[in-house]
Nanobody
């Protein structure tokens, strides 16, 4: 059974940093994209960034570039999201998700999802 488990969320002041981790188990994610999404209250889930097994990275949205860094440790089957210079508008539940094939921003294309981890940025 495939499991994605996020960790590392919490409460941080604006300008602070957090590191989220997504631990994957149950299968080998060769040729998979692992992505981070987030969902703020009352808003649709949106893509944040994704990384392929090869290490190819895609970021969604200019507001995240330069502040968020996605990385993966294939040996440990984990994908991390380092977030810095956090803003109150980054407050959301952050999810990791996995799909085979190419990167996509579409939620419905992802086969596996974690339970989410709350990130709250206070002003």
């Amino acid at each position: 059974q495939v499991q994605l488990v996020e960790s590392g969320g919490g409460l941080v002041q604006a300008g602070g940093s957090l590191r989220l981790s997504c631990a994957a188990s149950g299968r080998t994610f060769t040729n998979y994209v692992v992505a981070w999404f987030r969902q703020a209250p009352g808003k649709e889930r949106e893509s944040v960034a994704g990384i392929r097994w090869s290490g190819a990275i895609t970021y969604s949205g200019d507001s995240m570039k330069g502040r968020f860094t996605i990385s993966r440790d294939n040996a440990k089957n984990t994908v991390n999201l380092q977030m810095s210079s956090l803003k109150p508008e980054d407050t959301a539940v952050y999810y990791c998700a996995a799909k085979s094939g190419a990167w996509s921003t579409e939620v419905t294309r992802y086969e596996y999802w974690g339970q989410g981890t709350q990130v709250t940025v206070s002003s």
